[in-house]
């Protein structure tokens, strides 16, 4: 069983950074960030993998978005830098036992666990 947690979500103005942590993960699995907003499905947003070599990313934050992984502190983090009002959604981590590949990593359906969301609003 893994029991991932959030945490570093809150308010930040356009054009601002936050970083985001997700504690309790494993090696055992791909890791993965999505966000949701209101009457919306999860979307992908980022994806490391096992060892930390591999990442990719949704176009929407490439360029301005980076995950990586301490696997000595099992924690996986998101680094949001230049965000945007559109950016605003409750963001998850997520843990996949899936093959390195796009179609499982960037799938809502494909992860094990997930964490319990943490909220980041950016103002205008």
């Known amino acids: 069983q893994v029991e991932l947690v959030e945490s570093g979500g809150g308010l930040v103005q356009a054009g601002g950074s936050q970083m985001l942590s997700c504690g309790r993960t494993?090696?055992?699995?791909?890791m993965g960030w999505f966000r949701q907003t209101p009457g919306k499905e999860r979307e992908f947003v980022a994806a490391?993998?096992?060892?930390?070599?591999?990442?990719d990313y949704a176009d929407s934050v490439k360029g301005r978005f980076t995950i990586s992984r301490d696997n000595a502190k099992n924690t996986v983090y998101l680094q949001m830098n230049s965000l945007k009002p559109g950016d605003t959604a409750v963001y998850y981590c997520?843990?996949?036992?899936?093959?390195?590949?796009?179609?499982?990593?960037?799938?809502?359906?494909?992860?094990?666990?997930w964490g319990q969301g943490t909220q980041v609003t950016v103002s205008s």
């Open positions: 997520g843990a996949s036992g899936r093959p390195w590949v796009r179609p499982y990593y960037s799938a809502q359906n494909h992860y094990n666990y």
């Open positions: 494993s090696t055992n699995y791909n």
């Open positions: 490391i993998s096992r060892s930390g070599a591999s990442t």
